[in-house]
């Protein structure tokens, strides 16, 4: 059974559309929750970390917040430069070992 | 500030051969290590990860291996390589003993493995 799932797995913009990734996790007693941002051929760039529902973390264009069951990463007026895949991760009782969801493609048209 | 190196940046292997990958950190002391694999489109596996020198815990049972023969070196092995062994190597670093908070990790460039 997957501990986190990413959806959608694939999403289409134009430049200015805002929009929302969601990552949700099955299994309780998390202890950390994680966004990445992807580029091609390239390792995960770290953006956020969140520990407890109600928290919310800002960079730029991208907000991630956290409920009990899932989190958000919501993207304000994107640019072409915001295309890439963005991964979740999670922690949960062994904080030493992450669990990454599949990933959301994302594509922002000029 | 803290590095992650990995080599080589790609490698092309026949079945049944040998294989080495190495990952460094440096910049930081008694780091957690994790090695991962990535399939094309997919999200990331977790292989191995170790919290000390010597210790290695194994997440999928295959025919992989790690070691940790220093502090800030991990190392990926393989005596016999499957075709099934292709994909995305990721190397990753976090800060060990510090509990759930501040753990996040640090990922390295990758090394893309086909084997042929």
């Known amino acids: 059974e997957d501990q986190v799932t990413q959806s959608p797995e694939a999403l289409r913009l134009q430049e200015g559309e805002s929009s929302s990734l969601n990552c949700s996790y099955t299994?309780?007693?998390?202890?950390?929750l994680f966004w990445y941002r992807q580029d091609p051929g390239k390792g995960p760039e770290f953006l956020f970390t969140?520990?407890?529902a109600g928290e919310e973390k800002e960079k730029e264009r991208l907000k991630a917040t956290l409920t009990k069951k899932e989190s958000f990463l919501h993207i304000t007026a994107p640019k072409p430069e915001d295309s890439a895949t963005y991964l979740c991760a999670a922690t949960f009782y062994n904080f030493n070992k992450f669990y990454f969801g599949s990933g959301t493609k994302l594509n922002v048209k000029p | 500030s803290q590095t992650i190196h990995q080599w080589p940046a790609t490698l092309v292997q026949p079945v049944g051969s040998p294989l080495s990958l190495e990952c460094t950190v440096e910049g930081t002391s008694n780091p957690n290590l994790y090695w991962y694999r990535q399939a094309a489109g997919r999200g990331l596996q977790l292989l191995f990860y170790s919290v000390g020198i010597g210790q290695i815990s194994s997440e999928v049972p295959q025919n992989l291996s790690a070691s940790r023969p220093q502090d800030r070196q991990f190392i990926l092995s393989s005596k016999k390589l499957l075709l099934s062994d292709s994909g995305f190597y990721l190397c990753a670093w976090n800060r060990g003993a510090q509990g759930a908070v501040g753990n996040e990790q640090f990922f390295g460039p990758g090394t893309r493995l086909t084997v042929l």
């Open positions: 299994v309780s007693g998390l202890r950390g």
């Open positions: 969140l520990y407890s």
